[in-house]
């Protein structure tokens, strides 16, 4: 199980976060109010998941998921509804649906998962497969993109391999 660290500027903020990941079985292993704070205890880890609000007092959830190691992912809420994709980091909009939330979490940080990490071959996939979202059932790219990400944390799959059941399923 990956490490969790949580970031978030308001104490209680963070204090519920963690709350409720360790009830669903998950230990939250630090808690800090800044994104480079959060930056330093993810060079000391191996591999872990980051739970922060999408704008933080010192950095943006993007700015932080460039700069962290390889095995280190993110989860960041936004409070205006907003959708940001990168490879290590997944947003979910505010208020969040905690069975989403908790699903996303699960997926992150499973050992082996690997969920945002993928090769230029699957990358493919996943594009060819919102192209054709975008064609056949007349979403933006950003629906196409939340559509496989959400079919695949709820079939517990990887994206790729969610984007090409997609394909068979509209070949």
């Known amino acids: 199980m990956k490490d969790i660290i ?3 500027p308001v104490k209680e903020t963070a204090m ?14 630090h808690i800090c109010a800044l994104g480079s704070s959060a930056l330093e205890i993810a060079y000391e880890k191996r591999k872990g998941v980051i739970i922060c609000p ?21 989860i960041a809420l936004s409070k205006n509804g907003s959708e940001q994709y990168m ?14 939330f908790m699903q996303t979490v699960g997926i992150l940080a499973s050992g082996g998962s690997g969920f945002t990490k993928r090769s230029g071959n699957e990358n493919d996939y996943i594009s060819k497969a919102k ?21 695949s944390m709820k079939n517990g799959k990887k994206m ?6 997609v394909l068979d399923m509209l070949a």
């Open 54 to 74: 999408f704008y933080m007092k010192d950095m943006s959830s993007a700015d932080l998921a460039e700069a962290l190691p390889y095995d280190f992912d993110i």
């Open 131 to 151: 192209q054709a979202l975008m064609a056949v059932k007349g979403m933006t790219e950003p629906q196409a993109h939340k559509y496989l990400q959400t079919e």
């Open 16 to 29: 519920s976060i963690r709350s409720l990941l360790e009830k669903g079985g998950y230990h939250v292993s």
């Open 87 to 100: 490879g290590n980091m997944i947003t979910l909009p505010l208020p969040v649906n905690t069975r989403e």
């Open 160 to 165: 790729f391999q969610t984007a090409m059941d």
């Open 6 to 8: 949580v970031v978030y």
